[in-house]
């Protein structure tokens, strides 16, 4: 049985991350690749997983405050920084990360974590809920851009008649190869606050393939406890 709870936050992640705080980076093999990850604190485990243009700094702000109670671990995904591309990108898919993220949890070996996930992050949290509910304590989704809830809509078709135009023009711009422009406007549409922009940087090189990597709408119901936000400011 899915339990949902819907609300609306006025919120944006708050990204200050200076290099003498930040913990240890470790990485974890994962597929075939290693995959970079941070953790800190005790108790039960909570996985954060960033969105599009991001990586495990865009969790940075929530450390301190969920290692006081939890083991914390944020990690970056497949072809994010600072993981090195073993290809050229063209298998970028959501199929592959959320593979990859079942992977991850596994390869902790701690049993069922608690998922916390935002914007791409958060369709990964959410589908990895319904197919591996084994893995899954709780499932936190932060503006997962479901838009198949909305498509048939008055409000809905002009919000997504509005996205579909920004995201060309960046697609555009992204496959002309001016990648690091094209992830200033990406993060500058999204309205993420200044610091975040550094991430979006630190990553335009996964722009292209990940804004032509299509992501899928569940087809079976969650089984385990879900919250479902929508964005514009979490802060720790």
């Not at 063209?90 to 990360?97: A, E, N, P």
């Not at 809830?149 to 992204?174: H, Q, W, Y």
């Not at 990648?179 to 606050?193: L, N």
């Amino acid at each position: 049985m899915l339990k949902v709870v819907a609300l609306g936050l006025a919120s944006c992640f708050a990204l200050s991350v200076e290099a003498a705080h930040l913990p240890e980076m470790k990485q974890l093999r994962v597929n075939g690749v290693d995959l970079a990850y941070v953790e800190d604190g005790s108790g039960p485990t909570v996985v954060f997983v960033h969105g599009a243009n991001g990586d495990w700094r865009t969790w940075e702000p929530w450390r301190p405050t969920v290692a006081q109670r939890y083991r914390y671990v944020a990690y970056s995904l497949r072809y994010h920084w600072p993981n090195p591309w073993p290809g050229d990108g063209s298998d970028y898919s959501f199929r592959l990360h959320t593979e990859d993220l079942a992977a991850f949890i596994r390869a902790l070996n701690v049993g069922p974590v608690h998922l916390v996930g935002s914007s791409y992050g958060a369709r990964l949290v959410t589908r990895v809920a319904v197919e591996y509910p084994e893995l899954v304590r709780s499932a936190v989704a932060n503006d997962p851009g479901l838009i198949e809830l909305i498509r048939d809509t008055p409000e809905g078709k002009a919000v997504l008649a509005d996205r579909s135009a920004a995201i060309a023009n960046i697609r555009e711009i992204a496959m002309a190869g001016d990648t690091p422009r094209a992830s200033a406007m990406f993060w500058d549409y999204v309205d993420w606050i200044e610091g975040e922009a550094s991430a979006a940087l630190a990553n335009h090189r996964s722009l292209r393939p990940s804004i032509r990597c299509p992501t899928s709408a569940h087809d079976r119901a969650m089984t385990v406890f879900s919250l479902v936000t929508q964005r514009h400011s979490w802060r720790a």
